[in-house]
């Protein structure tokens, strides 16, 4: 049986390493991108490099994330984030490539009276972050028939190195002993081999569409810092730095499709703490 041939870009980051390493176990012939080939000036060579290698199907996890970077990288933002899917998507539409492209909650305001967002919803950013990356969602919706959007909330590993790990500020402040919480928000989590297998079952079912995954259960930044502190075995002071009457935000992800619900969130965070209390 031939081995379907998989494009992965983004493959230095918290996720991309993730799915590197699970694809390069598996029955597919991968091939990862380096940085050089994404920006607004390498068009041409990244398309000489797809058409030298022809893909089944190209994974998409390059992005700058985080508000306050995107905003000091506004240029860098727009390239990875907005314009390289744009490119994706012709290449997609011409060679009839599957595109799995990585998305993320924040296409959602998260200010209504609701559980979460499940698919249904329209996408309604609030920051230059998110506005790229549902820019970037309705480019692919509307250019590109091979196609899948996977959005992915607050995003954990046991890959410590990774800034992108919303665990690694928590269990840094953990440690120095007082953790200051700066919004009101009630959302979801992923393990990153959650996310990981989700692609997988992505690709062996063929699926197309927009999906959400995201860990079983909700969180808030309060009730997380003190289930990790437990895990610890640490007392740690929490400064709730939250307006009284500030707006309480949710930006829970649901969903009713499959490829959702993989693991509990609190055994999965449980699994990295252990982990890292391990390695230490």
């Given amino acids: 049986m031939k081995k379907k041939k998989i494009l992965l870009t983004g493959s230095n980051g918290q ?3 993730a799915v590197k390493k699970f694809f390069n176990k598996k029955n597919y012939n991968l091939k990862t991108v380096d940085r050089k080939y994404l920006t607004v000036y390498s068009q041409k060579k ?33 390239e990875i984030n907005q314009i390289l899917p744009k490119t994706l998507t012709g290449i997609s539409r011409n060679k009839n490539i599957h595109l ?6 924040s296409v959602f305001d998260g200010c209504i009276n609701q559980n979460g967002f499940d698919e249904s919803f329209n996408a309604k ?30 995003i954990y590993s046991s890959n410590f190195e990774k800034k992108t790990n919303v665990l690694m500020k928590i269990v840094e402040d953990i440690n120095s002993g007082t953790v200051n919480i700066n919004k009101k928000e009630i959302s979801s989590l992923v393990h990153v081999n959650s996310a990981v297998k989700a692609i997988n079952d992505i690709i062996l079912n063929n699926a197309n569409g927009v999906y959400h995954c995201s860990d079983i259960g909700t969180f808030d930044w309060y009730n997380l810092i003190i289930y990790i ?30 490829f959702f619900g993989y693991n509990s969130w609190k055994h999965g965070v449980r699994e990295v703490i252990m982990s890292l209390k391990k390695s230490n």
């Fill in 46 to 78: 990244l398309i000489n490099l797809i058409d030298g290698f022809s893909p089944d199907i190209i994974i998409n996890t390059a992005a700058i994330v985080g508000l306050k970077k995107t905003i000091l990288n506004k240029q860098e933002t727009e």
């Fill in 125 to 154: 950013p609030l920051s230059f972050y998110s506005t790229t990356k549902t820019n970037a969602e309705d480019i692919i919706i509307s250019g590109c028939k091979n196609f899948t959007i996977l959005r992915l909330p607050y």
């Fill in 100 to 105: 799995i492209q990585i998305s993320t909650h």
């Fill in 229 to 258: 502190s437990k895990l610890m075995k640490l007392n740690v002071k929490v400064k709730d730095n939250t307006i009284s009457n500030s707006i309480s935000k949710n930006t829970t992800l649901l969903s009713q499709k499959p």
């Fill in 15 to 17: 996720l991309g390493s």
